[in-house]
């Protein structure tokens, strides 16, 4: 990586400079492949994994440096939009990084997808030049929890104290089945996430730039990997019956960042497959090895609240 930022920090300035956190995999990786004409940034924790990817993008002639960033810790942000600002002006942050409920604890998912998008945002709110976008990624499971299990109270207080924030949330996930918290965490993690990008659209509307956010469904990932035998089974029934494919999500973020999406800020765009059209059920996750083997289902967390 050195050689990389050794090679930016010498002057590679082009017109227009696109962040994309999450960028060594998956989503972020694919969004990168379409974003000819950017200076690239390539954001993630692991250095290894941004190197390999950049070298490929490289390859396929896309102009990239890589920066490591761990987007749970603030400081890390700010100095990741600094860096990119140094570069050239920062039009596009596609906002991909995060962890699955596989992937982290309750409290990991909520410092890394919650308060990351935070972070992010505060962060790019500075930088962004006018015409700019920030894209979150969220997920579809965002939509499938009722209203009732998401701690939506609690939300602005991430504004003004991210600890008294942090402490409510996990306070309330910890009302639920041990079975179930990482999965209600992922999910209250980017229900904060849609939340942000919509009450964020004002204050970055009166800097001439916009933000949004995604809800992607189940996708051919290293993350989907992970999820394995219960994402296929989510989409089983659904009217697109397999997983999506990883160019037909990375097309729509870089849609969402691009002069021709100009006029949308502010919303959140399922991409599903139709899995939420066709009322398949959530909350079904089997959570990680710590989990007992009391099977998590929608009834144990009806059982919490009702009684
Ligand atoms: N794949 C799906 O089915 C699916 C469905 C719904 C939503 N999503 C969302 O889509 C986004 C992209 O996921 P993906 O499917 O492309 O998975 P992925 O290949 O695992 O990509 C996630 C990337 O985020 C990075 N990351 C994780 N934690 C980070 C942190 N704290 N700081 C900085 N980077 C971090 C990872 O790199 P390092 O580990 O090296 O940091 C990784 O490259 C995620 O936000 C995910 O929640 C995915």
């Not at 227009?16 to 972020?28: L, Y």
């Not at 699955?100 to 890394?112: C, F, K």
């Amino acid at each position: 990586m050195n050689d990389s930022l050794r090679e930016s920090e010498a002057g590679l300035r082009t017109d227009q400079v696109c962040v994309i956190t999450g960028g060594g995999s998956g989503m972020g990786l694919a969004t990168a492949q379409l974003m000819t004409g950017h200076h690239v940034v390539l954001v993630g924790r692991t250095e290894r994994k941004l190197d390999k990817a950049a070298a490929s993008l490289r390859a396929a002639g896309i102009t990239v440096t890589v920066h490591a960033c761990d987007i749970a810790d603030k400081q890390s942000v700010q100095d990741l939009a600094r860096h990119a600002a140094s570069l050239g002006p920062v039009t596009a942050v596609v906002h991909a990084a995060g962890q699955s409920p596989h992937m982290g604890s309750a409290e990991q998912l909520i410092d890394a997808n919650a308060l990351g998008t935070l972070y992010v945002n505060d962060a790019f709110l500075d930088v962004l030049e006018p015409g700019g976008c920030v894209v979150d990624v969220s997920s579809m499971s965002a939509h499938m929890v009722p209203g009732i299990a998401l701690p939506r109270w609690a939300y602005p207080v991430a504004r003004t104290d991210v600890h008294a924030f942090r402490r409510r949330v996990l306070r309330w996930i910890n009302l639920f089945p041990r079975p179930v918290r990482e999965g209600l965490a992922y999910a209250i993690s980017k229900d904060f996430v849609v939340w942000l990008a919509r009450n964020d659209a004002t204050r970055f509307g009166a800097r001439g730039t916009r933000v949004l956010s995604v809800s992607p469904g189940s996708f051919d990932t290293p993350m989907g990997d992970v999820e394995g035998d219960e994402a296929l089974a989510l989409v089983a029934g659904a009217p697109i019956p397999r997983l999506g494919h990883v160019d037909e999500i990375a097309h729509l973020l870089a849609f969402c960042v691009s002069e021709r999406a100009g006029y949308l800020t502010g919303t959140d765009i399922l991409c599903d497959g139709g899995v939420l059209a066709a009322g398949i059920s959530p909350l079904r996750r089997r959570t990680g090895p710590q989990a007992p083997s009391e099977p998590a289902s929608q009834e144990n967390v009806d059982r919490v609240l009702v009684g």
